[in-house]
Structure formats: structure tokens, C-alpha cells
């Protein structure tokens, strides 16, 4: 089953730490077994451009949808057997202790 992990930032969370961040270990670890699908960082939420239709007519407004804190910034499609495999996964790349890892199911049509 694929899952979507959208990689976030989160103020309460420890502090960034380059020495600790070890994404291209994960990366390669997920795509040696097969399991990490694609995957990219997102530009901040400064350039995000949200588009809306309301009563017909195209509504475009600069930056993101919501006013928060946290942000997304970064997705990983993934491969795993289920859940509990996803989470496994999610809780060893590094924005699990940085930030914030939500880990969704793709609901194919």
C-alpha cells in the first residue's frame, strides 16, 4: 500500500540540529529496499499560491490556505506492508524529532 508522509515543521519540537539530520541515510536506506517511491522539500510557504473557485469565478490568493505555525515542507510517497510499517518508517526520518511526520494512505480511485 502507498502512503503519502508530508514532512512538517513544528515550533514545540526540538531544536534543528545539521550534525543530527541524517536524510540521505534514510533516503538511501528506503530506496535500497524499494520502499520510498519519490519525494522532494517544498519551497517555503511564502511562495505558495492558493487557487479556489467561488460562484464560478477563479480566485487566486498568495501563500497558503491557512495562517499557522507549522507548515509542510516536504512529501515521501512511500511503499509498505501497512500501517504499522509506514509509522516505522515515518518515525526514522529525521523531521520526526525536528518537526512533525503525517503519515496518510493513498486512496486510489
Known sequence: MQYVLFI???PTAEPYDADQ???EEWVGELQKTGKRLDGNRLRPIDD???VMVRGGERVVAAGPFTETREWIAGYDLIEADDLDEAIEIAAKHPMARFGRVEV???WPF
Do not use: G
Request: with cysteine; aromatic share 0%.
Open 8 to 10: 512538517c515543521t513544528d
Open 21 to 23: 539530520d541524517n536524510i
Open 48 to 50: 505558495a499560491t492558493t
Open 104 to 106: 496518510r494512505p493513498v
